[in-house]
């Protein structure tokens, strides 16, 4: 009985090994070894690369926020007490002295950050335009750099783990949180896309 079941396990073993695995002709051998395609990657310079790439953002944003955007903001509306965003004196009693609706104000001491919650962070740099899009311009460098990053990485843990170099636990934990990470830093560009910011 036990010779029937293996004769009936070896027939669908090899029709599911025909339907499913590679030919030998084109599986790799030892001879053809040298044939092989061989990339090296250090995975964490791809990490270094985003992070530069976030500080030249950073200051291009910078750039452009005080020499195009303060000196646009401090002059006002082109039409003379246009209540259009960003001149609607929102929250404007909030800050010394206060922005009236119509009027200009300095980015730097009066920023609708300020006015909201009492003070300004670096994402300030480009909440007003021409900054905003010149900035989200910049910003798919940054994001697909750490993109790649973080699917690399994922693939050397893949790799650590196949190795016997990580634990199971890790392995398993890691496979969750990448998924976060990614799904974090592709929501990041709602930065540049909220109409809340003027």
């Known amino acids: 009985m036990e010779e029937a079941n293996m004769g009936c396990c070896s027939n669908t073993h090899a029709r599911l090994s025909a339907l499913y695995s590679r030919p030998m002709a084109s599986r790799r051998a030892p001879e053809n070894e040298s044939a092989t395609f061989n990339l090296s990657l250090v995975v964490e310079s791809v990490r270094v690369f985003a992070y530069c790439s976030f500080f030249v953002m950073v200051g291009c ?4 926020n005080n020499k195009a955007v303060a000196p646009r903001l401090a002059a006002g509306p082109d039409e003379v007490g246009s209540t259009c965003p960003p001149f609607d004196g929102a929250m404007g009693d909030a800050v010394e002295p206060p922005v009236l609706p119509g009027e200009g104000f300095d980015v ?6 300020i006015r909201a919650f009492g003070y300004n962070n670096i994402c ?8 905003r899009e010149i900035t989200a311009m910049i910003y798919p460098v940054f994001e697909y750099s750490l993109l790649l990053y973080l699917l690399l990485d994922f693939l050397q843990v893949h790799v650590y783990y196949k190795r016997g170099w990580c634990s199971k636990l890790y392995y398993h934990t890691f496979q969750v949180i990448v998924t976060f990470m990614l799904l974090g830093c592709l929501c990041w560009k709602a930065l540049y896309s909220s109409s809340l910011v003027y």
């Open 108 to 113: 730097h001491t009066q920023s609708h950050l």
């Open 61 to 64: 944003a910078i750039l452009i």
């Open 124 to 131: 300030a740099n480009w909440d007003y335009s021409p900054s």
